[in-house]
C-alpha cells in the first residue's frame, strides 16, 4: 500500500514525474550560467537585506574551501604569529585565558555567513503549507536518495585535506627554529578551531542538490494541490537551485560552485564508480566511492580487478578492508593470500587466511565446478569444522546427501 492514502489516483501517479524532474536538476552536470547564478543570488540577498559586495566564481566546493580558508590563512599567521609569542609564555592561567579569546572564527574574515536555508524556510511561501502527515509522506516518495545522504562524502574528504594543506602552509612558513615551535603550539590550538569552522561552514552552505527535495515538495503542493502561492518568491526560489551550484554566502563576498563534471551511481543510486572518480569536478577535484563507500584515491583510481590482496595486510579501516574483501572476491584471495586447507569433500574445500586481514579469522568454502573447473568461494562463520558442515550451512542446514543434483 502506498505511504499516501489521501490522493487521488491521478495525482499519485504524478509523484514518480515530479520526483524525476528534481532529480534531473539536483544531479545535473551542465555548467552553470555565471550572469544567471550571479542574478539569482543577488535577488536571494536583497530579500534577507543584504547587498552582494562580491561574487567569486569557483570550479568545485573544494576551490570554495581554498578561497574561506587557505588564501586567508596568510592574512591570519600575520595577525596572530608575534601576538601568540608573548601570550604562551605567560602564566598558565593567564595563558589559557587568553587562548580562549585568542582565534575568533576564520570565516569571519568574510562577513557573517548567511544561511540561506533555513531564511527561506521562514519565508511566507513556506509557512503557508500546513504541517501535515502528507507533506511528510510526500517528502519520502519524491527523496530519490540520488545523493549521497547529506552529502557525507564531500564532509569526509574536504576536512582532512584542508587540514593537511593548511598545517603544510603553516610548516612552510620561513622563521627560526623558536618560530617553529610557536608554530607548533600555534597549530595545536588552530586544529580544534578549524574542525569547527570547516563543519559550521559546510552545513550553512547552500547545497541545491540537497535542498532539490524540498523544492520537489512544495512544487507538487503548488502545482497537484493547487496551493496559491507567491509565483515570483517561488521561482526566486527555485533559480538558487537551478541556476547555482554550491553557494557559500556571507555579507562581504558570496562564492559561487560550478557543478559536478561527472556523476556515476550503482543502481542502487550509491555513488559509484570502479577505477574513475564517482564525483569530478572540472578543476580536477575529484571524489571516488564504490557503492556508496569513500576511498581513497589510491584504491579509487584503481579498478578492482587490479586490486591486490596484499592490501587487506596493511589496511588498518575495517569498512575499507570490506570493500576491498568484496571487490577482489574471496576467489582471488585466496590464491594470492595461500589459504590453508582444513577439510576437503568431494569438489568442496573448507580453507582459512592465515592472515590478519579481518576483524575475525576468514573461514572460506571453496567450491570447484566439475565441467567449468570455475572456482567459487564463500565466507562461512569461523566454528566451522568441516567441509560438509561448511556445506550444510551455505545450504541451510541442508545436508549435502540430500541434494539430487551436484553442481
Known amino acids: 500500500m502506498s505511504l499516501i492514502e489521501k490522493l487521488t489516483p491521478e495525482q499519485e501517479a504524478l509523484i514518480p514525474v515530479y520526483r524525476e524532474k528534481w532529480r534531473a536538476i539536483a544531479l545535473s552536470t551542465e555548467r552553470i550560467d555565471r550572469e544567471k547564478a550571479a542574478e539569482a543570488v543577488k535577488i536571494a540577498y536583497a530579500a534577507f537585506g543584504f547587498e552582494v559586495a562580491e561574487i567569486i566564481f569557483c570550479d568545485s566546493p573544494y576551490a570554495a574551501f581554498s578561497q574561506i580558508f587557505l588564501d586567508k590563512f596568510d592574512q591570519l599567521i600575520q595577525e596572530l604569529e608575534f601576538p601568540i609569542i608573548s601570550r604562551l609564555n605567560k602564566s598558565s592561567v593567564s595563558r589559557r585565558k587568553k587562548q580562549q579569546k585568542l582565534f575568533q572564527p576564520l570565516p569571519e574574515l ?3 555567513q548567511i544561511d540561506f536555508f533555513y531564511q527561506l524556510m521562514d519565508s511566507p511561501i513556506f509557512q503557508a ?11 519520502l516518495e519524491l527523496d530519490s536518495n540520488g545523493w549521497d545522504y547529506g552529502h557525507g562524502l564531500f564532509y569526509s574528504h574536504l576536512m582532512p585535506e584542508l587540514i593537511i594543506k593548511i598545517y603544510d602552509k603553516l610548516q612552510n612558513q620561513p622563521g627560526t627554529k623558536s618560530h617553529n615551535r610557536i608554530r607548533k603550539r600555534l597549530w595545536f590550538f588552530l586544529l580544534k578551531r578549524l574542525r569547527s569552522d570547516i563543519g559550521n561552514v559546510y ?3 547552500w547545497q541545491p542538490d540537497k535542498n532539490a527535495t524540498v523544492a520537489s515538495v512544495h512544487d507538487f503542493y503548488f502545482k497537484v494541490f493547487n496551493f496559491d502561492y507567491d509565483v515570483k518568491k517561488f521561482q526566486d526560489y527555485q533559480s538558487l537551485i537551478t541556476e547555482c551550484g554550491w553557494i557559500f554566502a556571507f555579507e562581504k563576498v558570496t562564492i559561487i560552485c560550478d557543478r559536478p563534471l561527472h556523476l556515476r551511481f550503482d543502481n542502487q543510486n550509491r555513488l559509484h564508480a570502479e577505477g574513475e572518480p564517482a564525483i569530478e569536478f572540472i578543476d580536477g577535484y575529484s571524489l571516488y566511492s564504490y557503492h556508496g563507500v569513500t576511498l581513497p584515491e589510491k584504491y579509487g583510481k584503481i579498478h578492482p580487478q587490479q586490486w591486490q590482496s596484499q592490501w587487506l595486510l596493511t589496511e588498518e579501516n575495517a569498512e575499507l578492508r570490506r570493500v576491498l574483501i568484496q571487490g577482489i572476491g574471496y576467489a582471488r584471495i585466496c590464491q594470492e593470500l595461500q589459504a590453508i586447507e582444513l577439510d576437503n569433500w568431494q569438489e568442496y574445500t573448507l580453507l582459512k587466511i592465515d592472515n590478519d586481514v579481518d576483524e575475525e579469522p576468514i573461514y572460506l568454502l571453496k567450491m570447484t565446478c566439475p565441467s567449468t573447473s570455475f572456482i567459487h568461494a ?4 569461523p566454528n566451522m569444522k568441516s567441509a560438509r558442515e561448511a556445506i550444510g550451512w551455505v545450504n541451510w542446514g541442508v545436508e549435502p546427501e540430500a541434494f539430487g543434483v551436484q553442481t
Request: hydrophobic share 35%.
Open 129 to 139: 503549507i500546513p504541517d501535515s502527515k502528507i507533506y511528510d509522506c510526500l517528502y
Open 110 to 112: 568574510l562577513g557573517k
Open 203 to 205: 552545513w550553512k552552505s
Open 378 to 381: 564463500l565466507r562461512v562463520p
